[in-house]
T-cell receptor, first 109, second 114 residues
């Protein structure tokens, strides 16, 4: 079946540090890949997506590239801010949306 | 504003007392789904609906019912809630079942069953 594995958190960074959150997937078909963000007390918001191999999704300074050869979709940001503190979910969609366990990011001033 | 609206946001109830969590979307989306989020277990799909009058079980459907009589509404029904259904629930919608479309999520309903 389909599954998503994310790096375990929490990840703690200082403001302006470089962020990488690793995500790998297993899929029986050709999925689309997503990153969602959940701020405290809120629902999940779509951060970015990629629908085919080598596509790069980007939004709000975050980027992720669909790597079919390594079955990965790692999230990166060059300079994090305190306001980026949240839980980040990697997800894939073949039919339904399947989520990774989530990675908590804490950014300190 | 395009959104998914869930009500209530918070609910405390007693074991066995039937309850309904409402979900409505204003985007004319065909696909709707319910998830529950639990610490250590992540997000798990309860039920989904591909369109009006078409519903199907997700990964954890036991103890829940849904209906889809209108395109915009997808209520979640707990006919006899139990403490193991204490959780954070999210309703979501998508333009269709096509893999290229992401979901739009509601703000969540935190349910406590005592």
């Amino acid at each position: 079946g389909n599954s998503v594995t994310q790096m375990e958190g929490p990840v703690t960074l200082s403001e302006e540090a470089f962020l990488t959150i690793n995500c790998t997937y297993t899929a029986t078909e050709y999925p689309s890949l997503f990153w969602y963000v959940q701020y405290p007390g809120e629902g999940l918001q779509l951060l970015l997506k990629a629908t085919k191999a080598d596509d790069k999704g980007s939004n709000k300074g975050f980027e992720a590239t669909y790597r079919k050869e390594t079955t990965s979709f790692h999230l990166e940001k060059g300079s994090v801010q305190v306001s980026d503190s949240a839980v980040y979910f990697c997800a894939l969609r073949g039919g339904k949306l399947i989520f990774g366990q989530g990675t908590t990011l804490q950014v300190k001033p | 504003e395009a959104q998914v609206t869930q009500n209530p946001r918070y609910l405390i109830t007693v074991t066995g007392k039937k309850l309904t969590v409402t979900c409505s979307q204003n985007m004319n989306h065909e696909y709707m789904s319910w998830y529950r989020q639990d610490p250590g277990l992540g997000l798990r799909q309860i039920y989904y609906s591909m369109n009006v009058e078409v519903t199907d079980k997700g990964d954890v459907p036991e103890g829940y019912k849904v209906s889809r009589k209108e395109k915009r509404n997808f209520p979640l029904i707990l006919e006899s809630p139990s403490p193991n259904q204490t959780s954070l629930y999210f309703c979501a919608s998508s333009l269709s079942g096509d893999r290229n479309y992401g979901y739009t999520f509601g703000s969540g309903t935190r349910l406590t069953v005592v």
